[in-house]
């Protein structure tokens, strides 16, 4: 079977089991990865690699590296070993020293491959792409991390994903120490201001929701302390202080007196984390973790 029709072909059931289990711990769908991955593939090589397989010949093998070229923390080192094993088939050597989640240096080997040379740079971008976007992730979410160190706070993200990669997004900001947020519509109501419009207030929009959803986690949204105070009089446990200044978030936090868990948001920046963290919330939600993150610089170098 050609590598294209194998690519085409590809099932679940050809997930390495070493690899399922690695993204089962990690709380990774591995058919959603599968799909990610397959479709990324058929994206970048519906047939042939016209630069690849005519300039290299096919029995020619190498080793390559993935390498750090600036420092940061990483993730999506599993998953761009499985494009490889999509691509070049699960008869090749692939060493992963550096685990998702820790932090490495300029000039740290983060991967190695050895297989057919031509196929290792078909397989090169899609792998890249994915290791480098989730340790961009990972990157942006341990500096927040680092910038609350001694605040109380922890740095959460939001549903302002890029489509597709939700998981795998969420998943980043774990490596990079953050904490999730709800991961769909589904498992977590959160009212904001247009559900505030149009149930007529906050609280007849909290109770709507807890008639009909009674089981599920709620938070609702404020943006000023009056809101605030009638959500506590009828014991809304999580409550979202939107666009509020320090001075302001901290009277809140002395109005909740811990009745609530309380969670900043807004515009933050890296810059004003460690102001925002002090003032006694408990999460400050960071959308920029997912929606704005540098790439991480990852390249991939055939050994000489």
Same mark, same amino acid.
């Given at each position: ?19 399922? /289990?690695?993204?089962?711990? /990690? ?17 970048? &090589?519906?047939?042939?690699? =016209?630069?690849?397989? /005519?300039? $290299? ?17 990483? %993730? ?41 040379? #031509?196929? &290792? ?16 992730? #990972? ?12 605040? +109380? ?8 994903? $890029? ?9 980043? =900001? ?23 419009? #149009? ?9 709507? $929701? ?24 009828? @014991?809304?446990?999580? $409550?979202? &202080? ?10 809140? =936090? ?5 009745? %609530?868990?309380?969670? %900043?948001? @807004? ?12 003032? @006694? ?5 960071? +959308? ?6 540098? =790439? ?9």
């Amino acid at each position: 079977m050609s590598t294209i029709d194998r690519i085409a072909a590809l099932s679940y059931d050809e997930v390495p089991a070493g690899l399922a /289990a690695e993204f089962g711990e /990690a709380e990774l769908d591995a058919k959603a990865l599968h799909k990610a991955v397959a479709a990324a593939l058929a994206e970048d &090589l519906p047939e042939a690699d =016209v630069t690849s397989w /005519a300039t $290299i010949p096919a029995e020619q093998v190498e080793t390559a590296d993935f390498v750090a070229r600036e420092p940061g923390t990483v %993730a999506g080192l599993g998953v761009a070993e499985l494009v490889f094993r999509y691509v070049l088939g699960n008869d090749i050597d692939v060493r992963r020293p550096i685990a998702d989640g820790q932090t490495v240096q300029q000039g740290d080997v983060l991967l190695s491959v050895t297989g057919p040379t #031509a196929l &290792l740079l078909s397989a090169e971008r899609t792998a890249l792409n994915f290791a480098c976007h989730l340790s961009g992730v #990972a990157t942006a979410t341990a500096a927040w991390v680092t910038a609350l160190e001694g605040t +109380g706070a922890r740095v959460r993200d939001t549903r302002k994903t $890029i489509p597709g990669w939700r998981d795998l997004e969420k998943y980043a =900001v774990r490596c990079g120490g953050g904490v999730n947020h709800r991961h769909s519509l589904s498992d977590m109501a959160l009212v904001k201001d247009n559900h505030v419009i #149009a149930a007529g207030g906050v609280v007849p929009a909290y109770e709507l $929701i807890r008639s009909r959803f009674p089981s599920v986690p709620v938070q609702v949204e404020v943006d000023s302390l009056e809101q605030l105070r009638e959500l506590l009089e009828i @014991g809304v446990e999580s $409550i979202l &202080l939107d666009n509020m200044e320090p001075t302001t978030l901290r009277e809140a =936090v002395a109005i909740t007196a811990g009745r %609530a868990t309380l969670e %900043a948001s @807004g515009g933050l920046t890296l810059d004003v984390a460690a102001e925002y963290g002090a003032t @006694g919330v408990d999460f400050l939600a960071v +959308g920029a973790l997912t929606h704005s993150a540098k =790439v991480f610089d990852i390249g991939m170098d055939l050994r000489s």
